[in-house]
């Protein structure tokens, strides 16, 4: 054989043997965290909602930038073994983004989406705490204060409460959309809804989505004996979003 051929074949198998030594793997946290960072854009979406539906989705962007930043320092430690940084740092800024702005949004709703005079109250603020519940006082002090005054809340509305779905004057709000509030009306709780009477030409169309409401706060603490389908609260309302 002669010495050409050596030289060629000892070439290849160089050739062959650095290419193995420079093969670096795909880091997975880097695919994964761009991926995350990606559906970080649900943090700003949903920030039309308010500053409270934007935080149950925080985790999504907050976890992006674990991933990435983990990512990131692992490959560039291990230069020799791991690839894909420019991954890591887009996921990592990404996710940033959406998280920084959802959240400036959502604050910005929530400060501006109370119309001037209302005070803002929420089903949470309806519910009485185990003190007063031990005392049978089953309307809270705060709530009960707000008797006869204008005050704004925010809740999905209960499909089989409308008597039409398009120009709809009266429904029951209330506090969520799962099956706690939209399932048997036996397992609703008094202290989870409101019956809404808007006012005047005020009417809405039903969707699924969250409701701000604004009017009058009425009590009717007679109907606390009377079961889940009788309101113990309503509200004669003339702001309505």
Same mark, same amino acid.
């Given at each position: 054989?002669? =010495?050409?051929?050596?030289?060629? $074949?000892?070439?290849?198998?160089?050739?062959?043997?650095? #290419?193995?030594?420079?093969?670096?793997?795909?880091?997975?946290?880097?695919?994964?965290?761009?991926?995350?960072?990606?559906?970080?854009?649900?943090?700003?979406?949903?920030?039309?909602?308010?500053? !409270?539906?934007?935080?149950?989705?925080?985790?999504?962007?907050?976890?992006?930038? %674990?991933?990435?930043?983990?990512?990131?320092?692992?490959?560039?430690?291990?230069?020799?073994?791991? +690839?894909?940084?420019?991954?890591?740092?887009?996921? %990592?800024?990404?996710? +940033?983004?959406?998280?920084?702005? #959802?959240?400036?949004? $959502?604050?910005?709703?929530? &400060?501006?989406?109370?119309? !001037?005079?209302?005070?803002?109250?929420?089903?949470?603020?309806?519910?009485?705490?185990?003190?007063?519940?031990?005392?049978?006082?089953?309307?809270?002090? *705060?709530?009960?204060?707000?008797?006869?005054?204008?005050?704004?809340?925010?809740?999905?509305?209960?499909?089989?409460?409308?008597?039409?779905?398009?120009?709809?004057?009266?429904?029951?709000?209330?506090?969520?959309?799962?099956?706690?509030?939209?399932? *048997?009306? =036996?397992?609703?709780?008094?202290?989870?809804?409101?019956?809404? *009477?808007?006012?005047?030409?005020?009417?809405? *169309?039903?969707?699924?989505?969250? %409701?701000?409401? $604004?009017?009058?706060?009425?009590?009717?603490?007679?109907?606390?004996?009377?079961?889940?389908?009788?309101?113990?609260?309503?509200?004669? &309302?003339?702001?309505?979003?």
């Amino acid at each position: 054989m002669s =010495s050409t051929s050596l030289d060629e $074949g000892n070439s290849s198998e160089q050739l062959r043997h650095n #290419g193995a030594l420079e093969y670096r793997a795909l880091h997975t946290g880097a695919v994964a965290g761009l991926v995350l960072g990606i559906a970080s854009v649900f943090t700003l979406a949903i920030a039309t909602s308010g500053i !409270e539906a934007c935080l149950m989705v925080c985790p999504i962007p907050l976890i992006a930038m %674990f991933l990435c930043l983990r990512a990131w320092l692992q490959i560039r430690q291990h230069s020799d073994q791991y +690839t894909g940084r420019p991954l890591a740092i887009a996921g %990592f800024v990404l996710a +940033t983004f959406f998280l920084v702005t #959802g959240v400036g949004y $959502g604050s910005y709703v929530y &400060a501006t989406e109370v119309p !001037e005079g209302y005070t803002r109250i929420t089903f949470g603020k309806m519910k009485p705490n185990e003190i007063e519940e031990r005392g049978r006082k089953l309307i809270p002090d *705060d709530i009960a204060a707000l008797q006869g005054q204008k005050v704004f809340i925010k809740g999905y509305i209960r499909p089989d409460s409308l008597a039409i779905r398009k120009n709809a004057k009266n429904f029951l709000l209330v506090r969520d959309n799962n099956q706690c509030c939209f399932g *048997d009306f =036996s397992k609703v709780k008094y202290y989870d809804q409101i019956q809404v *009477d808007l006012q005047g030409s005020l009417t809405v *169309d039903y969707s699924t989505g969250i %409701f701000r409401i $604004g009017g009058t706060l009425q009590l009717h603490p007679e109907n606390l004996l009377r079961g889940p389908g009788t309101p113990v609260f309503s509200l004669v &309302a003339d702001h309505a979003k």
